[in-house]
């Protein structure tokens, strides 16, 4: 029987309880994507753009169940690499599977300093890109290594403030139909010549990025009270409240703009709202959308931080990657490590491309997780966890299968070199342990 303790000692400080966990997965899902997401959905299922949101609601559950299970089970930091290494036993999976989740992290957090110092950061002020971008990186990594309970207080600010914006966009448009306006018969619509089957599930696909977010809160477990009890209530909540702001806004913004309105928008929820003929300023709502990409980038790099110390507890990484500040008890190198990796990947430039890649080492990081539930069944702990339905993580295995499927062929290109570039990190690392650890029987 393993003697996996919830209440293990920890060199991190247990500083969030159920409501500051509920507003990180909540932030860190209804991030920066759902501002530009309608546009480049409704190119899909035209007006239908609420069926393809629910479909990945349940699509991303189906995981998010597993994960409940794993992180109460096995609530240490690492994450994904730590019920990979549980269940597969062998080093170089565990580190792969822990290497995707960083490499997703820090990939993610690039593509939305980029967004952060683009169109919208425009509208205030003219700015070239690729210098604010490091900047405001650099920014996130003070915040980051002040303390947990600094940032993730920030965090619950700025979830207010983005779910205000979204909220915005439901109200508005009640508005114009209460009004009279609108066009409430295409929310069943899909573009001509496409079967309804196909263009929710090519929707789903891109709607899934939507939901992705919720995994980093597995990086944060040796941080949360009671992880037994206010994980998974915390995990389907967010994940809840989540799917039902986005279904709300999916309707509203087809209701409000036509398809074509809508793809042709850079910013198609503030084209939304400015159809709507409601008095609110274009600068507010840009404002919001600021706030709602700044808080994504800040979760992100708080969980890439969080598995990087983790993995380096775990020997994947570098010790040196586990030390912490005495006083913040923050892990300030492995900080300071992902926050130059970020930086580095904001000079691709290509937003799409590395959001892309972000959904592609998400979905093995996934898989490894729902097949590391059924695996570690055999496995028996001391402590009360939660536990799923055993056809849960089955489904979920499916799901990750289905959308790897529909990966574009860059993409796949892009994250095979990701990958490669990981598994040298291993060999080399596992080069310079064995080194060390020669020098040290011979000085004997």
């Known amino acids: 029987m393993s003697s996996t303790d919830t209440d293990a000692p920890s060199r991190l400080r247990r500083g969030i309880g159920g409501p500051l966990l509920f507003a990180f997965i909540l932030g860190d899902v209804l991030g920066a994507g759902v501002y530009a997401l309608m546009g480049v959905l409704s190119e899909r299922v035209g007006g239908m753009l609420w069926a393809p949101l629910l479909a990945a609601l349940v699509l991303a559950l189906l995981t998010a169940g597993s994960y409940a299970e794993l992180v109460t089970k096995y609530p240490r930091a690492g994450g994904a690499a730590v019920f990979a290494e549980r269940a597969f036993k062998n080093k170089l999976v565990s580190f792969l599977v822990g290497f995707c989740m960083l490499a997703a992290g820090v990939t993610s957090a690039a593509g939305l300093s980029i967004a952060f110092a683009g169109d919208y950061l425009q509208t205030f002020v003219d700015v070239p890109v690729v210098p604010v971008a490091i900047l405001f990186l650099a920014v996130l990594a003070a915040l980051n290594a002040r303390g947990i309970r600094e940032s993730m207080g920030a965090n619950f600010v700025m979830t207010a403030i983005e779910v205000s914006g979204l909220v915005i966009v439901v109200v508005v448009v009640g508005v114009l139909l209460a009004g009279g306006g609108g066009d409430v018969s295409r929310v069943t619509q899909v573009p001509e010549g496409t079967g309804v089957a196909t263009a929710i599930l090519a ?85 919001i959308a600021l706030i709602a990409v700044a808080n994504g980038a800040l979760l992100t790099m708080i969980m890439a931080s969080r598995l990087t110390y983790g993995m380096a507890e775990q020997g994947l990484l570098p010790r040196a990657l586990s030390r912490v500040l005495p006083g913040r008890q923050t892990p300030w190198v492995a900080i300071l490590a992902t926050t130059l990796v970020a930086m580095l990947l904001t000079l691709v430039g290509d937003l799409a491309l590395l959001a892309e890649t972000v959904v592609l080492l998400l979905l093995f990081v996934f898989l490894s997780a729902n097949i590391s539930v059924l695996v570690l069944r055999r496995d028996r702990v001391e402590h009360d966890h939660f536990r799923v339905r055993t056809f849960v993580p089955v489904l979920g295995i499916a799901s990750c299968l289905l959308l790897l499927s529909q990966q574009s062929a860059r993409v796949w290109v892009f994250g095979a070199v990701l990958l490669v570039v990981g598994v040298g990190l291993y060999f080399l690392a596992r080069w310079a342990r064995r080194r060390g650890e020669r020098a040290q029987t011979a000085s004997r």
């Open 203 to 287: 929707g789903a696909i891109i709607a899934y990025y939507s939901f992705v977010g919720f995994e980093t809160s597995a990086n944060m477990i040796e941080e949360v009270k009671e992880p037994s009890k206010m994980y998974p209530r915390a995990l389907f909540a967010a994940l809840g409240a989540a799917g039902l702001v986005y279904v709300l806004v999916g309707l509203a913004s087809s209701i409000a703009l036509a398809p074509e309105e809508l793809a042709d928008s850079s910013g198609p929820l503030l084209a939304v709202v400015e159809a709507s003929g409601v008095a609110i300023p274009s600068w507010l709502f840009s404002l």
